[in-house]
Every structure is written in structure tokens, then in C-alpha cells.
């Protein structure tokens, strides 16, 4: 932890090598993409979207193997490790690998860890607070994803264990912005089905947040879970209102009007052909 002006941030080392939990890989990463993460994380940050931070980047003597494209031509790429901060690196992945596994009390007991240290505003004695955090996320997750398209970024590999239970940018993997509106953008080379193209975002994020629901429903009542049910129908309502609000800014348009929303989308059409 590191502390600054009385808040606490966790640092994570990208590109270190293998830890416990490391998967197949080797636990490296290429200057290439250190690089790229490091200046979009915090040009999202002066962007006023929420995201990780960069540190430092320390270039590593290490000899990296990696395939950029996914093409079979794999090339030799010189190591760096990013030092990269948020405050809280838990996913929807970390409450969906308990749920899977059955580890129904260490779950309740790191979600309440969660609740404590990042939710002030859920009472923990609240017999309700499980369903006031999975509100706060849909709510956050729909904002989140709206600033996303407000800029034109796309993520790239938007599954639950890429998104962040405090709804932050997390993991810049193969992630980019567009250059002109195309809904069909993909900026992820092995993302053959375009599941995580920039037009689709919105509805993996209702996915993702349907996978942390399931991942709770274990520790809540029948009321709670169809009240759970009810808040999750809301993110996409939630999300439009908040899509318009930021296109409405971007236009100079005041007050309300119904015409709104069609003059956004027509703007947006205008512009895939232009």
C-alpha cells in the first residue's frame, strides 16, 4: 500500500515474471506494450475517465518471445516492468472463481473486506449491503463504459476478470481509440468473432454484470435476489442516460429534448460514412 494525502493505493508490478497465479505465460511483458500502457493509462486519467495509474517503467535486460500479431512470426522483443496503481485490483473474477469453486465464506468474507475498505457509504452491519454494492457496480460499470465510448476507447478483452469491481480501467491489453466512429471496431487481432468490438461494450458489460449477480446469488434471500434481478434490468437504461448526457456535452446541447438522442445517432451514422 502507498499513501498519499491520506488515500491508499495498491501497487501491482506488470511484466515481472511468474507469481502463484500465474496461467500459462511466462509472466513477462515487451517494452512495446509497457509503453502503451503506461502513457494511455494516464492520458484516461487526464481524460477524467477512471483508470489504473503508471508509475514507472524500468526497461528489463530480459529477451521476451512474443507473436504481436498473432500470426506465427514470433519475434524476439526486449522486457520492461510497469509499476502500475490503483486503489483496489479485485475483478468480477475474483468473486466468480469463489462462487465456481463453492468457497462460499471466503467469498462473503472478502466481499465484505471489499465493502469496508472501498464502499464507505455501505453500513456493514447493513443485512442489505450485498445488494447496495451490486447497484453501486451496475451504476459505475454503466458510467464507466459510457465514458469509454464518449473518447472512443476500446479494451479489447472486455471479460469479468478485465473489470474492475470499483468500475475503473483496468489491464491495457490489446486496447485502442478509434480514429473515425466505426461501431465494428476491434482493436484485438485475435478477437476473430469481434466479441469485444467497441460497439458491442455496453452489452459484455451487462454480461459481465450478470456473471457477478450469479456469482452472488448464494449469499442473498429470494427478495434480495429478485431485487438484484430488478437493479441489473436497469444498466441499460442507465447506461443510455449517461451515453446521452456525454454526447449532449460534446454538442453544446442544453435542457431536455427528445430529439436528443436521435441527433446523436444520426451524427454518429453521418460520421460512419464520412
Sequence with gaps: YFCRHGERWELQLKGSGKTPYSRNGDGRAVLRSSVREFLCSEAMHYLGIPTTRAASLVVSDDEVWRDQFYSGNIKKERGAIVLRLAKSWFRIGSLEILAHAGELDLQRRLLDFIIQEHFPLIAMNDSNRYL????????????????????????????TDNFSLLSITIDYGPFGFMDSYD????????????????????????????????????????????????????????????????????????????????????????????
Design 132 to 159: 447496495e454494492f451490486f447497484s453501486t457496480v451496475v451504476s459505475e460499470t454503466a458510467n464507466l463504459i459510457a465514458l469509454w465510448m464518449s473518447v472512443g476507447f476500446a479494451h479489447g478483452v472486455c471479460n
Design 183 to 274: 461501431p465494428d471496431f476491434v482493436p484485438n487481432t485475435s478477437d476473430d468473432e469481434r466479441r469485444y468490438k467497441i460497439g458491442n461494450q455496453a452489452n459484455v458489460g451487462l454480461f459481465n454484470l450478470s456473471k457477478l449477480l450469479q456469482a452472488l446469488k448464494p449469499l442473498l434471500d429470494p427478495r434480495q435476489k429478485q431485487l438484484a434481478s430488478q437493479i441489473l434490468e436497469g444498466y441499460v437504461e442507465r447506461y443510455y442516460v449517461r451515453f446521452t448526457e456525454l454526447f449532449k456535452t460534446k454538442l453544446g446541447l442544453l435542457g431536455e429534448n427528445e430529439d436528443d438522442k436521435y441527433l446523436i445517432a444520426f451524427l454518429l451514422k453521418v460520421s460512419l460514412f464520412c
